[in-house]
């Protein structure tokens, strides 16, 4: 169970990274990245972010460019949360897969 400070801290750095991720698509071109979730751990230390990467066939490439800029991300949301938040927490970057899932299914079901 959530408590109503881990959705509040969930929803700023959804909303943080969005803005940062806005930034990094406009420097490439004919892709856009958002942030479809944020889950927190229960001590605020770790971020699980679920990342929607469109086009799919450059996803792992942009996942490999996200985990490589990943300290520099975290510094940005830092300067950004800094009043906020203390401590600033970790962030796992995850694939978001719902969009795939759904469309196969769909797929499935026109068959």
Do not use: C, W
């Not at 990467?53 to 949360?81: A, N, S, V």
């Amino acid at each position: 169970m959530q408590t109503t400070r881990q959705q509040k801290i969930e929803r700023l750095i959804q909303k943080d990274l969005s803005d940062i991720f806005l930034g990094y698509t406009r420097r490439l071109h004919g892709v856009l990245v958002s942030v479809s979730e944020v889950r927190i751990s229960p001590d605020l230390s770790i971020a699980h972010v679920y990342l929607s990467i469109f086009p799919t066939d450059r996803q792992q490439e942009l996942m490999t460019l996200i985990e490589q800029e990943h300290g520099k991300i975290r510094g940005e949301m830092g300067t950004l949360e800094r009043h906020q938040l203390r401590i600033i927490p970790e962030l796992n970057f995850h694939l978001d897969e719902t969009m795939d899932k759904m469309a196969r299914i769909d797929e499935l079901l026109k068959e």
